[in-house]
């Protein structure tokens, strides 16, 4: 297919699933699971207990909000151990759920995502909406990637399994 719909949040949905995103189709529904990691980590300079999958759950509100919009069956976060899941569900063959097989043709898992040929098309909008899809799932920031000006550098982690996909966000960039 040489066309497929995106727009800003289809693209920052396609970012997301595309750093840590599985897709499952049985019993006529697909279910789109987004991993959300995090490390319990001590905060310099304060007293103050961060409880971290709480901050990052009602951090996901928003983004939870903005995939709800897109027209999915549901759209719901749930806490785990070590992280926040967003739990996607449609019926098999909607709207909603063919426009991401365009995009991802049959494709189930991080480890087989590229970046969709939309993205590379599209206006840089689109592509900036796409990494930061991708960044608010696998980027980290660390204090030993400071610069002199207070500025950070930002981590983006491909898992192993996919090696394309780490020369395909540098031609995106």
Request: with cysteine.
């Amino acid at each position: 297919m040489d066309y497929c719909y995106v727009d800003n949040d289809l693209a920052y949905l396609l970012g997301a699933i595309a750093a840590r995103g599985e897709i499952s189709r049985e019993g006529g529904s697909t279910r789109i699971v987004i991993h959300y990691p995090f490390r319990n980590l001590e905060v310099e300079g304060i007293n103050t207990v961060i409880n971290v999958p709480k901050d990052l759950s009602l951090g996901l509100d928003k983004i939870v909000n903005r995939f709800n919009d897109l027209g999915f069956d549901r759209v719901r976060k749930e806490p785990l151990g070590s992280e926040v899941q967003i739990i996607i569900e449609m019926k098999s063959g909607n709207i909603a759920d063919r426009v991401l097989k365009c995009h991802l043709g049959d494709a189930i898992s991080h480890a087989e995502f590229h970046v969709p040929r939309a993205i590379f098309q599209a206006d840089v909008n689109i592509k900036l909406e796409f990494m930061r899809g991708y960044a608010d799932v696998a980027g980290h920031v660390r204090k030993s990637n400071a610069y002199t000006n207070g500025r950070h550098r930002v981590y983006i982690d491909v898992l192993n399994p996919n090696w394309h996909l780490p020369v395909e966000l540098c031609q995106l960039l």
